[in-house]
């Protein structure tokens, strides 16, 4: 399984973007991760295999989750954006290779916040 991210970009603060992801088979428990410059990766926000989301502190109430195409296409809307959410946001989910699950991440996509 490949995942595909899109729907980054520059925008104001205050403002807000939605994040594509896109699978190109079966998925379970995506998750969004953001990594800003001189940082470790951190997480963001994601489906438990329960399909339960989950928002860290910092983005809770702000930022919602979202899938369709069976789940395999997973959305993260992001309002009221500041400039600490500058990262590269990076999407990853679980697939079955030989019945085990193995973690997939896409290549990322630049979300940069203007103060």
């Known amino acids: 399984v490949t995942l595909v991210e899109s729907g980054g970009g520059f925008v104001q603060a205050g403002g807000s973007l939605r994040l594509s992801c896109v699978a190109s088979?079966?998925?379970?428990?995506p998750s969004w991760y953001r990594q800003a410059p001189g940082k470790e990766r951190e997480w963001v926000a994601g489906?438990?295999?329960?399909?339960?989301?989950r928002y860290a502190d910092s983005v809770k109430g702000r930022f919602t989750l979202s899938r369709e195409n069976y789940g395999n296409t997973v959305f993260l809307r992001m309002d009221d954006l500041k400039p600490e959410d500058t990262a590269v946001y990076y999407c990853?989910?679980?697939?079955?290779?030989?019945?085990?699950?193995?973690?997939?991440w896409g290549q990322g996509t630049q979300v940069t916040v203007s103060s």
């Open positions: 990853t989910a679980s697939w079955r290779l030989l019945g085990k699950l193995v973690d997939a």
């Open positions: 088979g079966p998925i379970y428990a």
């Open positions: 489906y438990e295999f329960t399909n339960q989301t």
